[in-house]
């Protein structure tokens, strides 16, 4: 499965992008999608998640009631919207695939499936 993410850029303290990650040469169907993001000089970490089955959906507490994701079964996509955005959320961010178990839904190793990144710049 190849993943491609788009939507990044920049925009102001407090505005709104929506970012896409479209699968290719496979479905979503049978993963969960995650949304990962890697600031300047940091780690990569942990954004959002959710499982295509069902539809559950997981935040890190950061962005919770400002960014949300979603899936599209019929266009094969997951998206990102992220709201209320603060320059903390720069970061290039990256879509991934993967079956993890709940408790590790956040764990980077869960996914094997990366999309090439996007940067979001959040800067006036």
């Known amino acids: 499965v190849q993943l491609q993410a788009s939507g990044g850029g920049l925009v102001q303290p407090g505005g709104s992008l929506r970012l896409s990650c479209a699968a290719a040469?496979?479905?979503?169907?049978?993963?969960?999608a995650a949304w990962f993001r890697q600031a300047p000089g940091k780690e990569r970490e942990f954004v959002a998640a959710?499982?295509?089955?069902?539809?559950?959906?997981y935040y890190r507490d950061s962005v919770k009631g400002r960014f949300t994701i979603s899936k599209d079964g019929a266009k094969n996509m997951v998206s990102l919207q992220m709201n209320s955005l603060k320059p903390e959320d720069t970061a290039v961010y990256y879509c991934?695939?993967?079956?993890?178990?709940?408790?590790?839904?956040?764990?980077?190793?869960?996914?094997?499936?990366w999309g090439q990144g996007t940067l979001v710049t959040v800067s006036s």
């Open positions: 959710i499982r295509w089955t069902g539809g559950s959906t």
């Open positions: 040469g496979g479905s979503f169907s049978s993963y969960t």
């Open positions: 991934a695939a993967g079956r993890p178990i709940t408790s590790a839904i956040r764990s980077e190793p869960m996914y094997y499936y």
